[in-house]
């Protein structure tokens, strides 16, 4: 059974930091894991990706903030998020885009969600 389990979010006032985790497994092969986010009545975007090789990528609203890092051998994705604004409030979900098996192409997967709420 594939699992993204995420931890880490909460309250946190503007200008702190948090760090965001997110575990997987069960998967066959990972080619990319990364975080995005979707905040009350907007849709989903991308907060930042981490493609096999250390190649990264940060949405422009959080470049220079928020820094991604990944553990291939333990399957695992952090967000470190430093500078939150209260615009940085939303539901952070982790992603893989995986293969469940040999046998199958790969696709994107998704964790339940962690909530970051940055208020004062």
């Known amino acids: 059974q594939v699992q993204l389990v995420e931890s880490g979010g909460g309250l946190v006032q503007p200008g702190g930091s948090l760090r965001l985790s997110c575990a997987a497994s069960?998967?066959?092969?990972?080619?990319?894991m990364g975080w995005y986010r979707q905040a009350p009545g907007k849709q989903r975007e991308l907060v930042a990706v981490?493609?096999?090789?250390?190649?990264?990528n940060y949405a422009d609203a959080v470049k220079g903030r928020f820094t991604i890092s990944r553990d291939s051998v333990k399957n695992s994705v952090h967000l470190q998020m430093d500078s939150l604004k209260p615009e940085d409030t939303a539901v952070y979900y982790c992603?893989?885009?995986?293969?469940?098996?040999?046998?199958?192409?790969?696709?994107?997967?998704w964790g339940k969600g962690t909530l970051v709420t940055v208020s004062s």
């Open positions: 992603n893989a885009f995986a293969r469940r098996s040999w046998a199958l192409n790969a696709r994107d997967y």
């Open positions: 981490d493609i096999s090789g250390g190649n990264t």
């Open positions: 069960g998967f066959f092969s990972i080619n990319a």
